[in-house]
């Protein structure tokens, strides 16, 4: 029996095949595309796809006529252009530790608070655009399925989890989806209270994966924009700054005890 393929691991496997009949080494196509053989070799293995400019490239040097291009558009298609290889890396890690300082992590949303993010970005929205948007966000979090991979490492700035995002209905059940992932273990929950004041993440998100067989990366995001960080030094500062404010976030447990009331606040307000 055939073994089965993720998309990711059926291009990668074109990909080396077109490359292999082309002549071409990974180092000779490394070269073309401006990367490291390293990642060529991630590519083919299934574990990374190419950025758009990569795969452009990947297509002149293969004499190829836009076919990684295309595949990769039909690949991506389910995110944004600038979230979608950090979508790919999530599934892979065995580490992710999360700060948010405006909104609830994507891996962490309910439908419905979801459906408020993206009614709000989207006022010209379709119910059938609404929709396929918030699956797909919900699909994301199934990487929470399993008990123990991967580990789930969440910093909270309290503004997160006041503001009434959807309504206070709609907050009290999203606060407290968090606190019930938090109370199972499933994940490690901090919350920056306002007391603190300025603190090292203040200015933004960012998101850390460390993996098995790679080396790790830090993700930015913000308004139509994000950036994968795979840079040594880069994502050693990244991890710094997520070390200072997880030095000024509440314990856990406090953590916790903290969302329970907040939901229980928008409840009874």
Same mark, same amino acid.
């Given at each position: 029996?055939?073994?089965?393929?993720?998309?990711?691991?059926?291009?990668?496997?074109?990909?080396?095949?077109?490359?292999?009949?082309?002549?071409?080494?990974?180092?000779?196509?490394?070269?073309?595309?401006?990367?490291?053989?390293?990642?060529?070799?991630?590519?083919?293995?299934?574990?990374?796809?190419?950025?758009?400019?990569?795969?452009?490239?990947?297509?002149?040097?293969?004499?190829?006529?836009?076919?990684?291009?295309?595949?990769?558009?039909?690949?991506?298609?389910?995110?944004?252009?600038?979230?979608?290889?950090?979508?790919?890396?999530?599934?892979?890690?065995?580490?992710?530790?999360?700060?948010?300082?405006?909104?609830?992590?994507?891996?962490?949303?309910?439908?419905?608070?979801?459906?408020?993010?993206?009614?709000?970005?989207?006022?010209?929205?379709?119910?059938?655009?609404?929709?396929?948007?918030?699956?797909?966000?919900?699909?994301?979090?199934?990487?929470?399925?399993?008990?123990?991979? $991967?580990?789930?490492?969440?910093?909270?700035?309290?503004?997160?989890?006041?503001?009434?995002?959807?309504?206070?209905?709609?907050?009290?059940?999203?606060?407290?989806?968090?606190?019930?992932?938090?109370?199972?273990?499933?994940?490690?929950?901090?919350?920056?209270?306002?007391?603190?004041?300025?603190?090292?993440?203040?200015?933004?998100?960012?998101?850390?994966?460390?993996?098995?067989?790679?080396?790790?990366?830090?993700?930015?995001?913000?308004?139509?924009?994000?950036?994968?960080?795979?840079?040594?030094?880069?994502?050693?500062?990244?991890?710094?700054?997520?070390?200072?404010?997880?030095?000024?976030?509440? $314990?856990?447990?406090?953590?916790?005890?903290?969302?329970?009331?907040?939901?229980?606040?928008?409840?009874?307000?």
């Amino acid at each position: 029996m055939e073994t089965y393929k993720t998309p990711r691991q059926k291009y990668g496997e074109e990909l080396r095949l077109r490359r292999l009949a082309k002549g071409m080494t990974q180092d000779a196509l490394a070269e073309v595309v401006v990367c490291s053989p390293t990642l060529i070799s991630h590519f083919e293995a299934g574990r990374r796809l190419p950025r758009m400019e990569d795969a452009l490239r990947i297509d002149k040097a293969l004499s190829t006529d836009g076919f990684f291009a295309r595949w990769l558009v039909n690949l991506e298609g389910r995110y944004a252009d600038h979230f979608s290889e950090a979508a790919e890396l999530e599934r892979l890690a065995v580490v992710i530790r999360e700060f948010a300082v405006s909104a609830v992590p994507g891996l962490l949303q309910t439908a419905d608070y979801a459906r408020a993010v993206f009614r709000a970005v989207q006022p010209n929205h379709t119910v059938e655009e609404l929709d396929r948007r918030v699956v797909n966000r919900l699909e994301r979090a199934r990487i929470l399925d399993d008990p123990q991979s $991967p580990a789930v490492w969440t910093v909270l700035d309290e503004g997160v989890i006041r503001r009434a995002v959807g309504g206070r209905e709609v907050m009290a059940s999203q606060v407290e989806h968090i606190a019930s992932l938090a109370d199972a273990g499933r994940i490690r929950l901090h919350v920056i209270p306002f007391s603190v004041g300025a603190h090292s993440l203040l200015e933004g998100m960012l998101s850390l994966m460390s993996f098995d067989a790679m080396a790790p990366v830090a993700y930015v995001e913000g308004v139509t924009t994000g950036q994968l960080l795979d840079d040594p030094g880069r994502v050693a500062t990244c991890n710094t700054y997520y070390g200072l404010a997880l030095g000024d976030a509440l $314990p856990h447990r406090a953590s916790i005890a903290l969302l329970k009331a907040a939901a229980e606040e928008f409840r009874n307000a």
